[in-house]
């Protein structure tokens, strides 16, 4: 047990899937595990442990924003010996290629700041993802006929941003969309030795204003934890 995470020593897998929403956390759990155990409650952040074609897997929220799912993914690396960690979530398109619905598997992840920047201090580190990781996803999700792009992403630590300037010089730079949490994940998985990968669902867009419909989100969602699924036990 840790100061966020009530699991008993054993209850998490090596593998764990970390969607933001902890009710999407229980939803993937009941839908794709077998016999998924809740492990975790603590302020509500849900996890479970189940098996997936009888590999022990893992699905834990990590809340809004890096600082959130540093937190997690630190106890979960550091206390309960998770290797491999990937996040599944939405995220805004950036480019005119990249459409609703579509995957995006994130290579790199460019940040103004993370929780990790204090660390780096003068460095402008460059957190990725594991590459084995990041190849099996783009495999799996080509056998599944999903559509995806492999490139960079933004982590944004705002919400409502309105750093239009931002968006367009980024957009120029090749990012295919903007999230919240990928940056500090690759940052914290290199920092302990761990393998980590983010999947995203384009569930809105920067450029044409569109964005997805509540029930179709959720279908979009269940193609991600199968890219996740199958990249993590490739």
């Given amino acids: 047990m840790t100061i966020h995470i009530g699991a008993a020593p054993g209850d998490i897998a090596e593998t764990v899937l970390m969607p933001g929403d902890p009710l999407r956390a229980k939803w993937a759990a009941e839908t794709f595990l077998d016999d998924a155990v ?33 937190i997690y993914a630190n106890e979960l690396v550091r206390d309960y010996g998770a290797r491999t960690l990937v996040r599944i979530g939405s995220c805004g398109g950036m480019q005119p290629h990249v459409k609703l619905r579509d995957v995006v598997i994130a290579m790199t992840a460019s940040s103004v700041s993370t929780p990790s920047s204090t660390i780096f201090r003068e460095v402008n580190f460059a957190p990725a993802a594991d590459f084995g990781l990041l190849r099996a996803a783009a495999e799996a999700a080509r056998r599944l006929g999903v559509p995806h792009h492999v490139g960079g ?82």
């Fill in 38 to 70: 809740c492990v975790n409650r603590v302020r509500g952040m849900l996890g479970f442990t189940g098996t997936w074609r009888g590999h022990r897997v893992t699905i834990h929220g990590s809340g809004m924003g890096m600082p959130s799912i540093s």
């Fill in 153 to 234: 992403i933004y982590s944004s630590d705002t919400f409502y941003d309105e750093r239009e300037d931002l968006n367009a010089v980024l957009t120029r730079h090749g990012i295919l969309g903007v999230e919240m949490e990928a940056a500090e994940l690759y940052n914290v998985a290199a920092r302990h030795g761990a393998r980590a990968l983010g999947i995203m669902t384009v569930s809105d867009h920067l450029q044409t204003g569109e964005a997805l419909p509540a029930a179709e989100r959720e279908q979009s969602f269940a193609d991600m934890v199968r890219i996740a699924l199958e990249a993590a036990f490739a």
